[in-house]
């Protein structure tokens, strides 16, 4: 994983990760769409006003509790309502992006099989059992590089396991729950 990245005469930044968020049917339509543009409602635009090229987006599926995959952040943030992306609602504040990482929606990485991986996340589950979910809400929420490495190591590893079944198991394999 990369961990810095030069900015001129400013020195070294390091790279941020953002969970955001999806369903289902509005991963169909990004995925649709071309999938190189992140939208976010406007009430969002001060949280993606601060997303540089080269961060990394952490896509997880709400509908489903699942990490689905990965973004990197490609372009400058900007308010834009053209092309329509979600078909409901505008969502004008947008940043370029490329897929890094994607599993397939049923079969992505469970988040429960994460919460106790994850410091923040097991913290506001031992608390109050679910709580951990508000760390995934108000997207692109900003997380600590040791908390999205834990997320990103297991797409990763699932996808390699994916591809390492044959084709006939893969294309027979049911959905995960959640």
Same mark, same amino acid.
Not at 57 to 62: A, D, H, I, R
Not at 124 to 149: I, L, M, N, T
């Given at each position: 994983m990369v961990s810095d990245r030069a900015e001129g005469c400013l020195g070294v930044n390091e790279i941020a990760y953002y969970a955001v968020v999806f369903t289902e049917s509005s991963w169909g339509l990004f995925k649709a769409a071309g999938g190189t543009t992140a939208a976010f409602p406007s009430g969002a635009w001060g949280r993606v006003a601060r997303l540089k090229s080269g961060d990394f987006?952490?896509?997880?599926?709400?509908d489903v509790m699942q990490w689905v995959g990965l973004l990197q952040?490609? /372009?400058?943030p900007y308010i834009g309502t053209e092309p329509p992306i979600w078909g409901v609602g505008v969502f004008p504040a947008r940043v370029q992006v490329r897929v890094a990482e994607e599993l397939p929606a049923g079969s992505a990485v469970s988040a429960k099989q994460l919460v106790r991986q994850i410091p923040r996340l097991r913290a506001?589950?031992?608390?109050? &059992?679910?709580?951990?979910?508000?760390?995934?809400? /108000?997207? &692109?929420?900003?997380? &600590?590089?040791?908390?999205?490495?834990?997320v990103i190591n297991a797409i990763r590893h699932s996808k390699t396991a994916r591809e390492s079944l044959p084709s006939e198991l893969v294309r027979l394999s049911p959905r995960r729950s959640a």
């Open positions: 987006l952490l896509c997880y599926m709400t952040v490609t /372009g400058d506001a589950a031992e608390k109050h &059992p679910g709580s951990w979910a508000a760390y995934v809400r /108000g997207s &692109p929420r900003k997380w &600590p590089a040791e908390d999205a490495a834990v």
